[in-house]
């Protein structure tokens, strides 16, 4: 069974802190993974996703590092800013996939101004 | 470009009663899915359609939800009977088909469902 687990459940940073999210996988499709940011009342939206091919990827003070042997993938956000709070979701691919995603559990982030 | 539609954005129902909810994906995607959300968690997979055809319903609770995409567009999603543990958040999204695009999912706002 596929399984997308998230960690941790809640995170609160200082402004201008850093933010770490922790994603551990398996059984799931080697081929794209993807975090979701989702503020309340609203639905998901995508915020950045990473290739198994490369070990980090960054875009703007959003970075993904993957490592592959550890079965992790992490999002790191620099210089977090009250605007940042909201709960992230990743997700990954499952075996056999038919094209869909499992997400995992979800982080309420807090950024504290 | 217009994002994922959804109507209605909440509804409170009475155990025992029917739902409907409905969306419309953004124009070009060919595959729909479905999700619930419960408070607290991640998105949970209903059902996903490629086109008109079901690609995927093996977590949708059959004695109770159906849906349909007619003409490959619209979808709507209903529960009958409704139960309390149905209250969640229903969420809709459309992604294209084919390649790591199909995982670049666009959801809409989602409805909200209160079963008392």
């Known amino acids: 069974q596929q399984q997308v687990k998230q960690s941790p459940q809640s995170l609160i940073v200082q402004k201008g802190g850093i933010s770490i999210i922790n994603c551990a996988y398996e059984n799931t499709a080697f081929d794209y993974f993807p975090w979701y940011q989702q503020f309340p009342g609203k639905g998901p939206a995508l915020l950045i996703a990473?290739?198994?091919?490369?070990s980090e990827k960054k875009e703007g003070r959003f970075t993904i590092s993957f490592n592959k042997s550890a079965k992790q993938f992490s999002l790191h956000i620099m210089d977090s800013q009250p605007g940042d709070s909201a709960t992230y979701f990743c997700?990954?691919?499952?075996?056999?996939?038919?094209?869909?995603?499992?997400f995992g559990q979800g982080t309420r982030l807090t950024i504290n101004p | 470009e217009a994002g994922v539609a959804q109507s209605p954005r909440y509804k409170i129902i009475e155990k025992r009663q029917s739902v409907a909810f409905w969306c419309n994906p953004i124009s070009g995607h060919a595959t729909l899915y479905w999700y619930q959300q419960i408070l607290g968690q991640g998105p949970k997979l209903l059902i996903q359609f490629q086109n008109n055809g079901v690609v995927d319903d093996s977590q949708l609770p059959k004695d109770r939800f159906s849906a349909e995409r007619l003409k490959g567009v619209d979808s709507t999603l209903k529960i009958q009977p409704a139960k309390l543990e149905d209250s969640a958040v229903y969420l809709c999204?459309?992604?294209?088909?084919?390649?790591?695009?199909?995982?670049?999912?666009?959801f809409g706002p989602g409805t909200r469902l209160t079963v008392t």
């Open positions: 999204a459309s992604s294209f088909t084919g390649g790591r695009l199909a995982y670049e999912q666009y």
């Open positions: 997700a990954a691919p499952p075996r056999g996939g038919a094209q869909k995603l499992v």
């Open positions: 990473i290739r198994p091919d490369v």
